[in-house]
């Protein structure tokens, strides 16, 4: 992994953490691989995340130590947007579009339902989030 890609994936975990983004990260090859971020702790690269994980019927919380390259987020291909959610965005979109170049509001909708608008699945960074992962609403 590049230090251009880490930098991006980074920025990219630290954007989706309020929104309870979900992770593929293994301690052992007999762990369920998914886990929620709930907290970045700063480092370049390396750092601690905060984290619950299922474990059993209930879930774990904790913190631990982890490098940048172990850590793939499972975001939703634009392409998985649904009707309901294309209308909304486009009213996003339409309602930004005079004299602004730039929306925060349009950025933390596509983070709030997880879309890979930076082109992080087709670059390895991060999985396609099987259907269900996240509650479309």
């Known amino acids: 992994m590049t230090r251009k890609e880490k930098q991006l994936l980074i920025k990219d975990l630290y ?14 090859e ?5 886990w929620k971020i709930t907290a970045i702790y700063p480092d370049t690269f390396d ?4 984290y619950d994980k299922r474990v ?4 774990e919380s904790g913190s631990r130590p982890f490098k940048i390259g172990e850590v793939k987020p499972y975001l939703r291909p634009m392409s998985s947007m649904t009707s309901d959610e294309r209308f909304e965005y486009d009213e996003l979109q ?3 579009t005079h004299g602004l170049d730039f929306n925060v509001d349009e950025v933390d909708w596509l983070l709030s339902h997880h879309f890979d ?16 992962m996240y509650k479309t609403v």
């Open 15 to 28: 954007a989706r953490v309020p929104y309870g983004v979900i992770v593929d990260y293994k301690e052992n």
């Open 30 to 34: 007999f762990e369920a691989p998914h």
């Open 94 to 96: 339409h309602f930004y």
């Open 117 to 132: 608008f930076r082109g992080l699945i087709e670059k390895g960074l991060a999985l396609e989030a099987p259907d269900g």
């Open 47 to 50: 750092g601690r995340i905060g």
């Open 56 to 59: 059993g019927a209930g879930y």
